[in-house]
């Protein structure tokens, strides 16, 4: 009998029997059966078999195995409790203890060695004084040498997992330690700080600095990058004492990055605000160049703070007209208060100037993608990487940006990929690389267009899928002339011979897939850039396959959302045209009102039209435009222009500095919705605090706005669910 593509096997554990799957090893069948047993050393995936605490008796005569690296076949008939067994478990914990120094810090709770000994009533022994001193040289993580019992699981999180080569074992038998590549410490070494060894370690060797025993915990999505790690916050006093990455998760199977394993304390920030902020009368807008909140700011009371507002709106719409009020909605916050918000500006404030950070960053990728393939997004998911035989990565610092999913670009490369990397700089990722182009900037659309040329004239490109799957094909390939290979390496910097190798492994040697980041799109031709990639992609035949596919990595953690929920002008959620009389009315029917009919203007326009007036009034909600946008005196300068500003966030921002009224947003940590990422998995967020002070979650304070202006929201649910399924009857 099958199970997926795995024999079932008929295997006994404690004489009851089990269902066992071909490859499986013993401890494997036993976890997912629900039998318990004891191990120090194992680490799911890798046969790494040091401790020995895990052994098993199989068979009749019963002998001893270790459970993790032994293989379950047709028949075995397993014991894991027995007094043998338990006789074994306490000398090898007695032994190992010899060795094992004490904790003097209190953080005996995590030393997995500590409990399995309480267990098993072996006793503690307070004669071993192990010399070593602690290494407290690294901001975040202490690593004590004389709690280490060499299970190398640390080892394994580092140079197999998040593939970062940092840990290394010196020294033979019992002589061997633990050393980090690039310096004599850890804080000196390469260390990227992701975690994973402190995760991993069963006795505490390894540790949080700041590590504490959790009375609960909350498994959420990370609010950083658009990876969309899930992430599990232990949680002691009403404050995050640790962070770990869920290993049942398919997006980081448990990885973190530096920010997701220790970005978390903004949330407890002095500096967050906690009630509504009104400008004093006769101070000027600007930046507070040094001077105190206090001293330019009043604290208002809510009632205040939205009377104001209401009133400043419906002053300004009736007389200047809907179009001379735009919004901006926050890519960190979730679906449910995007979708809300670009309801709010469009249903209640008729106007459609409404966007979002993918303006500044990857709108050229929603623009081609959604031109080429019909779906502004990416075509594949991230485990696909794993189902590439060639990668290339452009445009993206990818070990900075988005470290796990540099984690599986270098694992793939050490699997055998073809890995690719073009780049103007020598990121650390091109170290990672089979083949590193060094590019000049901008002359990306050249290289690929070179690229696809060398292609079809070497009759490289798949005829099946160009006929069966593609349009325009002989105009296409008219405008590659001007492409000439003669002159690719005076254009791109790369000689010939390489462009015209990697072309060939591209096309040949599939699946093939690209990445790419903002090193491409943030620019004036970036559209072009994008294009051309796509033209790559369709010609060799690379699309609606797993391990293939063009694939943007987003930035902000919900920026792919808030495309989705329709946070653009002329788009309305699901990418649906406003302008489209019959798509309008739709939606007029369903939210019982009027909306605009023409599109409006996008963040970065709505810059020039407050310069020369044709925008009175502003509602950002967090983004901080003076830092995110080109050109910040310009941007500066028009919000100076503006007859009124509102700023919705969680800090005083360069942004929130120049506001007529300010509003104290919750944070990520302390609202519960969706977020979709870069892959468009759409995942839980979940709270873990209330808001602090007078802070409210996004939707609610756009629904207490429309309240005021005469208009319900329909945001009045507690849950998410209610909210996820009134964006999906809307969008169908």
Known sequence: MQTGRRTRMNVTINGSPVDGREGETIIDTATRNRIRIPELCRFEGYDNGVCRICMVEVDEPARLVPSCSTRIREGMRIVTESTRINDYRKSLLTHILKNHGPHTDGKEAKCALHGYAREFSVPAQPEVRLVSSVDRSHPAIDFDPGLCIGCRKCLIACDQEQNNDIIEITGRGSASVITFA?????????????????????TG??????????????????????????????????????????????????????????????????DRLLYPLIRKAGVSRGPLNGMSIESVFRRATWDEALELVSRKIS??????????????ACDRSTNEDIYAFQKFMRAVLKSDSVDQSATLCHSPSAGMLS????AGSSTNPLQDIFNSRTIIVVGSNTDSAHPVVSAYLKKAAKNGVHLV???????ELAERAGTFLQIKPGADTFLFSAM???????????????????????EFVESLKSFSLDRVEEVTGIPRTEVERVATMYAIDKPSSIYWGLGITEHHNGSDNVS???????????????????NPIR?????????DMGASPGSLPGYQSLVDPETRRKFEDLWKTSLPEEVGWKSTEMVGMALIGELKMMYISGENSVRSHPNSLEVARALQSLDFLVVQDIFMTETAEFADVVFPAATTFEKTGTFTNTERRIQMVRPLFDPPGEAMADWKIYSELSRRLGYDLGFNLSFAKKYWEKIHAQAD
């Open 205 to 270: 060797s390894l540790i949080e600095r700041d590590w504490q025993a959790a009375d609960r915990t909350v498994v959420t999505t990370c609010p950083y990058c658009a990876v969309g790690c899930t992430v599990e916050y232990g949680i002691t006093a009403e404050k995050i004492v640790w962070a770990r990455g869920a290993r049942e998760n398919l997006v980081n199977k448990g990885k973190l990055c530096v920010k997701g394993k220790f970005g978390y304390d903004y949330e407890t920030s002095k």
């Open 555 to 563: 930035g902000q953690n919900n920026v792919q959302g808030g495309a």
């Open 315 to 328: 002053g300004i719409r009736d007389e200047y007209g809907p179009a001379a009020i735009g919004g901006i």
């Open 421 to 427: 990397v073009i780049d103007p700089r020598r990121v």
């Open 452 to 474: 696809a040329k060398y292609i079809v004239e070497n009759d490289l490109y798949d005829h099946e899928y160009v006929e069966n799957h593609s349009e325009t094909f002989d």
């Open 182 to 202: 690039g310096g004599s410490d850890l804080g000196s070494s390469r260390c990227v700080s992701c975690g994973a060894c402190v995760d991993v370690c069963p």
């Open 371 to 374: 031109w080429g393939l019909g």
């Open 532 to 550: 051309s990639m796509v033209n790559l992609a369709i010609l060799t035949g690379n699309i609606g396959v797993p391990g293939g596919g063009l």
